[in-house]
């Protein structure tokens, strides 16, 4: 059974950083992608960054492309999700995710196994 405990969420000013870690548990991650999607209050959920374990491939959506970096690091069997510049509209619960093909996708509908979620929250 795949487990993934998210943590690293809180209250950050805008223009500030957070770093969301994303620990997996349960089975070797060789062959699978990771992602992190997010949802805010009121929206469905959406692609925020993905990433290919075996290769190391990501994926950004738009909206945080350049201020985002997602990455892991196996021998921690962690991924990362590294947010800076953040904004108001960042504001969201953020979830890790994992599908066991090694390509990430923003369908969240593709994704096996999610996390609990951790709150973030941007304040203006």
């Known amino acids: 059974q795949v487990q993934l405990v998210e943590s690293g969420g809180g209250l950050v000013q805008a223009g500030g950083s957070l770093r969301l870690s994303c620990a997996a548990s349960?089975?070797?991650?060789?062959?699978?992608?990771m992602g992190w999607f997010r949802q805010a209050p009121g929206k469905e959920r959406e692609f925020v960054a993905g990433?290919?374990?075996?290769?190391?491939?990501?994926y950004y959506s738009d909206s945080v492309k350049g201020r985002f970096t997602i990455f892991r690091i196996k021998v921690k069997n962690t991924v990362y999700l590294q947010m800076n510049s953040l904004k108001p509209e960042d504001t969201a619960i953020y979830y890790c995710?994992?599908?066991?093909?090694?390509?990430?996708?923003?369908?969240?509908?593709?994704?096996?196994?999610w996390g609990q979620g951790t709150q973030v929250t941007v304040s203006s």
């Open positions: 995710a994992a599908r066991a093909p090694t390509i990430a996708t923003p369908d969240e509908g593709e994704y096996d196994y």
């Open positions: 349960g089975r070797t991650f060789s062959s699978f992608a």
């Open positions: 990433i290919s374990w075996s290769n190391g491939s990501r």
